[in-house]
């Protein structure tokens, strides 16, 4: 069975400032790592994947995260946010790249202040 | 990267009627797709795996008689909300997948009254 953890709920964050989201996983088995936005009132946008190779991924829109397979974590940074980046962000995991069931996390909502 | 669509955005209805959802993959083939619940402030909640030809597999708890799922083509999959009550209203999500990821659709908001 798999499991993902994001431990913060909410993470407020002054606009321009750097952020990271935890997400740690667990997996008996080779994992496939995904980050998901969701904007308000719309539904989900896949942000970035980790299937495998470089374990630093990247997205278009300046986010990054890092497989980490000693501590079973993928979190997720920014070096600086704008307005624009307040959604709520879920991390997920598969055992089957993606393709099949894909186990979600509760969610992070990022919140970024003027 | 590949569009999903979902119909209708939102709907209304009373309760005791039927609601039926419909989820597409625009620019590719599917021949499984998958349906979420949504519950506010929470994370998805898979219901079921609609397999294109045959069944679908429910999640343990899903009432399959009650959600039914229909995967009539490779690029279109429909899931029933039968005698619909309040506490089946929430936001309902399909997704698709390919070799790379899922991709989903914009999500129904469904509300009994």
């Known amino acids: 069975a798999q499991s993902v953890t994001q431990l913060d709920s909410q993470v407020p964050v002054f606009e321009e400032a750097p952020v990271e989201l935890r997400c740690n996983y667990s997996?008996?088995?080779?994992?496939?790592l995904f980050w998901y936005v969701q904007y308000p009132n719309q539904g989900l946008q896949l942000l970035l994947k980790?299937?495998?190779?470089?374990?630093l991924v990247e997205s278009i829109n300046g986010f990054e995260a890092e497989f980490n397979k000693s501590q079973t974590s993928f979190h997720l940074r920014k070096p600086s946010v704008h307005i624009s980046d307040t959604a709520e962000y879920f991390c997920?995991?598969?055992?089957?790249?993606?393709?099949?069931?894909?186990?979600f996390g509760t969610g992070t909502k990022l919140q970024v202040i003027p | 990267g590949a569009v999903v669509s979902q119909h209708p955005s939102r709907v209304i209805c009373k309760s005791g009627t039927s609601v039926k959802i419909e989820c597409r993959s625009l620019?590719?083939?599917?021949?499984?797709m998958f349906w979420y619940r949504q519950f506010p402030k929470k994370s998805l909640m898979l219901m079921a795996t609609?397999?294109?030809?045959?069944?679908?597999?429910?999640e343990q708890g899903v009432e399959k008689d009650k959600f039914l799922i229909n995967h009539a083509s490779l690029t279109l999959s429909t899931l029933t909300v039968t005698s619909a009550h309040p506490e089946d209203s929430s936001f309902y999500i399909c997704?698709?997948?390919?070799?790379?990821?899922?991709?989903f659709g914009p999500g129904t908001r469904l509300t009994v009254l």
């Open positions: 997704s698709a997948p390919t070799l790379a990821a899922q991709y």
């Open positions: 997996s008996s088995v080779s994992v496939y």
């Open positions: 980790y299937l495998s190779g470089s374990t």
């Open positions: 997920a995991v598969s055992d089957e790249g993606g393709y099949q069931k894909v186990t």
């Open positions: 620019d590719f083939q599917a021949t499984t």
């Open positions: 609609s397999n294109e030809g045959s069944k679908a597999t429910y």
